[in-house]
């Protein structure tokens, strides 16, 4: 017992020494004592001395490098491996062989600032410092810190040397810069605290650099050594406040930097790395640091020129460093470190100090229950959703709004806008532009000189320009060229256009611009990923709010911690499952729904788009156009949406006249069209009527009566080309008498009611379309037009597609042996809207998944998108409601809603609040406000022929559906 009590007592009173307590420390002192005892009691001097030692390795080597490190572990007992470029699986194999030869396990460590990509393939690259320097939120940086953690800790990487927490005072710094947090010390100490805290909880030893401080240098260490020529007072104000920041909330190590301090070592350019006074006697004794120290990479210039091999490593450890990193040549460096222990330069007590220290370190980090690295899928483990979450989570709250003179951003009356974009840079824009157009018309303008693309640039009143640089490293160019500068001024004088400038670089960039005047916002991306570009554009847009504060001064105009806070316009982003609590494994079986019903020829194609939460998680397309297509289906492809055409235009419209006291739901067919006062219509109702209950036909096959007696369009009817009395296009050379449009609501007026139960009917929307427009005195199209679409950007949502898009992007719907006789493409497959020239009230609008998903989560947001509010709340919640459900009526008014029995149109998992429509043509669209779930299915089932009823049968649309709700994450922990 009295044994036990003392180590108990001898070991804290090394923790408490100086007055610090030791962040090597764990929860179980007497064990971690008693292993460190053990084990350094066991060692040979020559063992002692090599776990001072951690030697570079790589697993992008040959064999002979391999046999290198083995022959270093098993002959003199190096302590660690630090690891640099690679594989992940390679390097897995590679380090449970190392350490299957170690008598100690080793230390394994890595330069893995952002993540394992910084030194790795094929693993995760987070945001660099910089960009994490922007968040307010250091609950987010601590999030990246740990994810960061558990890779490494994955791959059986004990300590990760970062975070990197230098002040990057020096816009010229070369090898620092965004790998710093920022300029301000507060900020660069509070994430670096968030950051270190995050990966050391997930089992992973910090390591805070390049102490003193490497921000305010333009020399790199890797060639030079850079002079910090600053006094006292200003080192311990900026360069040491982080230092003392993290030391206090528990740092476990430091990494000493290679420059010449004349204020902190007066000896004529003597490394930091190699200065006593430095190392003891300010970061251990003043600053009271017991955690790990070691040094830069001694193979640098900055210290390799100073000394010879073995002295520099020598001095480096004298100093006060424990671990000695990278070493020239290990051999002579140990030759050196046994000739110093035995002339005395080397006492036991120093060399047990700097094992004793290590060996806490290893034991913190889990050595002391080794097991070798499964590498069951660990590419699996390295590059799961998760990391998406977090990275998207971090740029979005990263991403600044350095300004924004004119409030454009978000940029709002979409319906007013004309919008070019400029890609200046030499790296990828291609995700930026995508994301552009998912919310309104962006065109890409180019020049060859900046007269030719000022002309061009004319037409537009928004300009974009976004600056790309590559995203591959934090140390790859990132400025303007000239000629840039030079357009950029020239672009921002010409004032017939708004100018928003978008940087994916470093923040820097911009310190070129000599004058800001003529730009109206700049935005600062940070970094040119997929997601950064994506997240920028959603910004822009105000689908997210701009909440990023700027790390550094980048003008005098824009100072460190500028920020213009933009406020979500709630359009629609775009993001992953996860992040919306739901499961990408899960969601698979969607595209293995979707893959079964192609191959069971249900449609030769689809898109199928699925959001929740006001983000669209999923947007596929599946197939081609046509079964003979060469071109594979895209998601801008556009479908004949068919009676989705009732609750995307023509029910809002009516929802919008009810609001304005334009129509009532009591309203009677006769109110509506007073040429019914004397048919048995005459009394039928508004409510009845969109609520399918009027006793109304579900159609009237209008086009019959049109045909001759060998069933063909009639001469009568149609003519071959416009002419007098004959301009109602009904489909290529196919142009209907307009006297007809007359006929059509006679037809409707003789109409006989039907028996009173529940019939599905399209004939009140003619009713409906007739009266908007006569209401109006313009066409359903124009002003839904006006009213919706444009404003909402749902800019590939049309009636009659052919007047704005190419043939080629429209999905074909039927060959037509029964009416028109030709492939219908570009025009209504219905025939009744056909006849009124493409525009129905209940058929006729053509779209894609991502458009219809805007107009479902704007009824979702009670009837607000994109900063305009189109409808009440208490509308939609009026139209959204059954109101003979006790007559077996399960619809809404307009909408249909969940089946009452057990079949019906949805999967029976979807709250009683959720609402929709299906489509003849192979079409399907569901909300659900409780789970904020929107779900858009189209296809052209309908091709070649609409007898083909196999998605009907199926019940596909309904099992996508279930799967969708299979895939939601119980987040509540229960």
Known sequence: MGKYLLSFLFFALLLVARGQYSPLVTADTLSQKEWVNDKYSAMSLEEKIGQLFMVIASSEEGEAAAQRIKGLIRDHAIGGLIFSKGGPMRQAKLTNEYQSLSKIPLLIGMDAEWGLAMRLDSTYAFPWNMTLGAIADTAIVSKVGYQIGRHANRLGVHINFAPDIDINIDPRNPIIGNRSFGEDRENVALKGIAFMKGMESAGVLSSGKHFPGHGDTFVDSHKSLPTLDFTRQRLDSIELYPYKKLIKEGLSSVMVAHLNVPELEPENKRPSSLSKKIITNLLKNELEFEGLILTDALNMKGVSDFASNGITELEAFLSGNDILLMPKDFKKSKDTFLKAYRKGLISERRLAYSVK??????????????????????????????????????????????????????????????????????????????????????????????????????????????????????????????????????????RTSNVVLTVFAKPYALLDIVSFTGIDGVIMAYQNSKLAQQKAAEVLFGAIPGKGVLPVTVSPEFPVNTSVKTQSLRRLGYSTPERVGMSSLKLAEVDQLVQNGLD????????VLIARRGKVIYNKAFGKPTYESKAELTTNNLYDLASLTKILSTLPAIMKMEEDGKIALNDTFQDLIPEYADTELKDVTVLKSLSHYGRLPSWIAFYLKTLNDKRRPSPEFYRNSPSDGFSIKVTENMYLQDAYKDSIYDRIGRQNLKSNRYRYSDVPYYIFKKYIEDNYNSGLDNLMDNFLFKPMGANYTTYNPLEKFPVNMIVPSEVDTYYRYQLVQGYVHDMGAAMQGGVGGHAGLFSNANDVAKIMQMYIQGGYYGGDRFLDSRTIEKFNKCYFCDKNVRRGVGFDKPQLVEKGPTC???????????????????????????????????????????????????????AIYDSLINEGGN
């Open 357 to 494: 220290k290590i060996l806490m370190a290893k034991f913190k980090a889990g050595l002391h229950d080794y097991s070798p690295i499964e590498t069951k899928y660990l590419l699996e483990d390295l590059n799961s959703p998760e990391n998406d979450v977090i990275y998207e989570e971090a740029i979005e709250n990263a991403i600044t709004v350095i300004s924004d003179k004119l409030n454009i951003i978000g940029i709002k009356k979409l319906e007013n806008k004309k919008i070019a974009y400029v890609k200046f840079g030499d790296g990828v824009n291609t995700p930026f532009l995508e994301t552009l157009n998912k919310y309104a018309k962006v065109t890409q303008v180019n020049g060859k000189d900046i007269s030719t693309l000022k002309k061009k640039l004319f037409d537009f009143n928004l300009i974009i320009i976004g600056l790309h640089k590559s995203n591959e490293s934090p140390w790859k160019p990132y400025k303007f060229s000239q000629k840039e500068l030079f357009w950029l001024q020239e672009i921002s004088r010409q």
């Open 600 to 607: 069971s020829l249900m449609y030769p194609g689809a898109q």
């Open 908 to 962: 029976g998992c979807v709250s009683r609040k959720s609402f929709g429509h299906s489509g003849f043509t192979g079409t399907f669209t569901w909300a659900d406000p409780e789970e904020e779930i929107v779900y858009v299915f189209l296809s052209n089932r309908t091709y070649p022929s609409a007898t083909n009823r196999l998605l009907v049968k199926s019940e596909l649309r309904t099992r996508i559906q279930k």
